[in-house]
């Protein structure tokens, strides 16, 4: 069984572009290997487009918050929300300046930053491979708002998120 996604679909704001294969196997790589916290986690990213950010992670031992119930700690959660988020972001950002080279949009990475995050633990969280989903609902130029959700392998949502994001 799957669940209806509670993200927003693109709005005529997204960019109708299409990013580089070696654009996106250079974020890939980024992160999930060179954002530290990401492998820490074992998050995978699964798709990067202008309109929408996906990523997996697999539960093991070290996740596990609640070990009688074998239930993932709620700021890993938390943790893989901001993080798809934070990618949504900048997948958007990126789209913006599709005129620039590779290196100049990668370098916009290091301008993003969290300002407020909040959570929706909506169910319990266990089973083996979770998938993450976040959106860009408004791009400003130094603000930027997203939603994410949270997915059991079924479909069914575990948790949403909402965060704001300084793009300066």
Do not use: W
Not at 50 to 64: D, F, G, N, Q, Y
Not at 83 to 94: D, L, T, Y
Not at 113 to 125: C, E, K, N, Q
């Amino acid at each position: 069984m799957t669940s209806r996604s509670l993200l927003p679909a693109a709005d005529e704001t997204t960019p109708d572009v299409a990013f580089e294969p070696e654009f996106i196997a250079r974020v890939r790589h980024m992160f999930e290997e060179e954002v530290l916290f990401n492998k820490t986690l074992g998050l995978t990213l699964t798709g990067f487009r202008p309109e929408e950010v996906t990523a997996s992670i697999r539960m093991r031992p070290a996740l596990v918050g609640n070990f009688a119930h074998n239930r993932m700690h709620g700021g890993v959660t938390s943790s893989c929300l901001d993080v798809a988020g934070g990618f949504a972001v900048m997948a958007a950002v990126f789209a913006r300046h599709m005129d620039e080279p590779m290196a100049e949009r990668l370098k916009r990475f290091g301008k993003l930053g969290t300002i407020d995050l909040r959570i929706d633990y909506l169910r319990p969280v266990q089973g083996e491979r979770f998938d993450i989903a976040a959106r860009v609902l408004r791009l400003g130029s130094r603000v930027a708002n997203t939603v994410m959700e949270f997915r059991g392998a079924d479909g069914k949502l575990l948790s949403t998120g909402a965060a704001a994001y300084i793009v300066s």
